[in-house]
């Protein structure tokens, strides 16, 4: 880094993957000479990552713009620019809006991002191209912790009635196995010892690899072979494509950990139909028997949508009704609202203190189970990957195998060490534990 290098301000909004994205947008500047920083006021780009599965994340981003107004009016140089699925939605709308952008870059064109930054007055992209933008990414920085995030696929084919991913990230893409394994490789070299493989659906991963295409089960197998790395994760999952060979991974791979996110947003089947969800409640419930048949210390987490149009208080009822059946380890649960452009956006929804009802009720009982689940771990041995040191001293926090937040006192610790511990205590959201050995 030198005096005369720029700097880079990135807010990322939503999902795992955009913070993937982020991170390899940073590294497409950063080959251009630009440095990350947290303090917005000395940035000479600004970049907003945008998520639009979330309610109001147009209202979101254009409230944000709004506040950067006095510091592009102190300073007409600075580069402003809006990145990921909004910019994708809404285009060239968003300069209109508001002046003060100077680039909008859909998540698929993202690797044109230096080039956009260069060019003169405002400009749009937000194309779906043909080449693979990974391809044209730089190499993968050097990383300051033990985990990393690795998109293996990308887009929707699924079209579920509330959902806007299909238009805004395209249709479902799976990316070469050799790339993937050469830059997962890569990722253990510079000391990460966990990866979570990305995808909107990841297991409908069909890359070309040796032999074929490969399901998500092959490229675990093949993953779970480099040295070094330990462990191995993978978000966000549809019900409908847990192929065979991906349950039979959870018990024959010890590096895949034992939790899994299995979205299944309601537990009615005329809800699910009206979702174009195409599974059943009994097909959910039948796939969650096999998978803890696989693997019986696997957590379940999941994601519910309440008050989705027409949904009655018997719909309802049977989302209850799940939920006590799987028992899950925690899950996001969220109200109804309607995507522009989503066949459900032309439905009338549930009335909003209804959905609101419903939501505390459904939240209460997850909530039950969350801490059900944490105070089941009090007593047992687990592994913990050190992620950082705790706010207290000698204390390190990472996550174990079924993804909980653990507080070490371990005054020894650092980060990137696997150790076993002792769990002691559970809190609201996180563990305490005390280390037994390396």
């Known amino acids: 880094m030198t005096d005369a290098a720029k700097k880079l301000f990135i807010k990322t909004y939503g999902c795992q993957m955009n913070v993937y994205d982020s991170e390899r947008m940073a590294e497409a500047m950063g080959a251009k000479g630009y440095v990350t920083t947290e303090v917005l006021e000395e940035a000479d780009m600004v970049l907003l990552n945008t998520c639009h599965i979330r309610e109001k994340a147009s209202e979101k981003l254009y409230s944000d713009l709004g506040r950067l107004k006095p510091l592009k009016q102190a300073r007409p140089d600075l580069k402003v620019g809006v990145a990921g699925c909004v910019a994708q939605a809404e285009g060239a709308e968003i300069l209109k809006r508001m002046p003060l952008v100077d680039l909008v870059v859909g998540p698929q064109a993202y690797h044109r991002l230096p080039e956009m930054a260069e060019a003169k007055g405002q400009v749009v992209d937000t194309d779906f191209p043909p080449e693979d933008k990974f391809e044209h990414l ?18 929707c084919d699924k079209f579920c009635a509330f959902c806007v991913v299909p238009y805004t990230r ?23 010892r966990e990866i979570t493989l990305l995808g909107q659906n990841v297991n409908a991963y069909h890359g070309a690899g040796e032999g074929g295409d490969w399901g998500l089960g092959r490229l675990v197998r093949e993953l779970a072979a480099i040295d070094g790395l330990d462990r191995i ?29 299995l979205p299944v947003q309601s537990g009615s089947d005329r809800i699910l ?48 009704d799940l939920v006590r ?22 439905k009338t929804p549930v009335a909003a203190e209804v959905a609101d009802a419903r939501l505390q009720a459904l939240q209460a009982l997850i909530l039950d189970q969350q801490r059900a689940a944490q105070a089941a771990m009090v007593g047992r041995e687990v592994q913990v990957l050190y992620e950082k040191a705790g706010r207290k001293p000698g204390q390190m926090v990472g996550k174990s195998d079924h993804l909980m937040a653990v507080h070490v006192e371990d005054p020894a610790g650092k980060v990137g060490d696997l150790v076993r511990v002792r769990v002691s205590a559970s809190a609201p959201n996180s563990l305490a534990a005390e280390r037994i050995s390396a």
């Not at 730089?138 to 887009?155: D, H, N």
């Open 273 to 320: 139909k009206a979702m174009n969800r195409k599974h059943t409640a009994e097909q959910y419930l039948r796939l969650v028997e096999r998978i803890r048949a696989a693997r019986p210390d696997i957590l379940l987490t999941s994601d519910f949508i309440v008050g989705f149009p027409g949904e009655t208080d018997r719909d309802f009822q049977d989302t209850m």
């Open 233 to 261: 994760r993978y978000t966000t999952s549809h019900p409908n494509d847990m192929a065979d060979d991906l349950i039979a991974a959870h018990a024959e791979v010890p590096e895949l950990m034992p939790y899994l996110h």
């Open 138 to 155: 730089p190499a993968r920085k050097a990383y300051r912790g033990p985990t990393a995030f690795l998109t293996v696929q990308e887009g």
């Open 325 to 346: 059946a799987v028992g899950y380890g925690a899950a996001f649960s969220f109200k109804y609202s309607a995507r522009p452009g989503t066949p459900a956006a032309e």
């Open 170 to 192: 395209g249709a479902e893409v799976s990316r070469p196995a050799d790339r993937l394994l050469r830059e997962a490789r890569d990722l253990v070299e510079r000391g990460v």
